[in-house]
């Protein structure tokens, strides 16, 4: 089945600190990628995406890269702020069925960052 | 302003009652989906509907039930055969599409079973 497994939370960083969140999935066919950022009290927010092998999502400062070979798609930031403090999800889609998408979550890292 | 209306925030009912949790869209989307959160899990599909009058079973439908009588709605029905209820949901919609389109995710309802 497909499945998605991310490291343990919560992470704990300062200010300017690296930020690096692994990601790994088990997946049948070829999925798309995602990580969805949450703040408390509200929805999931989108934050990048990648299709296929090789391909780099970006936004906001964070990227990750779609790596085939070690089915990973690991988050990281070169200098994290308060602000990026949420809980994110590594999440994928393997096809559409119907028109509709069934993503499939990791069960979530809560990163806190302490001025 | 485009976007998914959840309500209410926060919903507290008693064991052994039906509670109807609102999911409102206008981004003009085809699909819509019911997850489910819980602490230190990912979210979890409930339902999901790909147009008006038709919906599918996600991977923990046991003791949920839904409708689309409308585009726009997308209602779930927690019901009392759902044996452990207190989960936050998350509603989300995409267009439809035969490839990859964006899911947006409205604010969630907290529900709480006392």
């Known amino acids: 089945g497909n499945s998605v497994t991310q490291m343990e939370g919560p992470v704990t960083l300062s200010e300017e600190a690296f930020l690096t969140i692994n990601c790994t999935y088990t997946a049948t066919g070829y999925p798309s990628l995602f990580w969805y950022v949450q703040y408390p009290g509200e929805g999931l927010q989108l934050l990048l995406k990648a299709t296929k092998a090789d391909d780099k999502g970006s936004n906001k400062g964070f990227e990750a890269t779609y790596r085939k070979e070690t089915t990973s798609f690991h988050l990281e930031k070169g200098s994290v702020q308060v602000s990026d403090s949420a809980v994110y999800f590594c999440a994928l889609i393997v096809g559409v069925v119907q028109g509709a998408q069934k993503l499939v979550f990791g069960q979530g890292t809560r990163l806190t960052i302490n001025p | 302003d485009g976007g998914i209306t959840q309500s209410p925030k926060y919903l507290f009912r008693k064991e052994g009652q039906n509670v109807t949790l609102s999911c409102e869209q206008n981004?003009?989307?085809?699909?819509m989906y019911w997850y489910r959160q819980d602490p230190g899990q990912g979210l979890r599909l409930i339902y999901y509907?790909?147009?008006?009058?038709?919906?599918q079973k996600g991977d923990i439908a046991e003791g949920y039930s839904v409708s689309r009588e409308k585009k726009e709605s997308f209602p779930l029905t927690v019901t009392s055969a759902q044996k452990n209820p207190t989960a936050f949901y998350l509603c989300a919609s995409s267009i439809f599409s035969s490839g990859l389109s964006e899911q947006f995710f409205g604010p969630g309802t907290r529900l709480t079973v006392l």
């Open positions: 509907s790909q147009i008006v009058n038709d919906f």
């Open positions: 981004l003009n989307h085809d699909a």
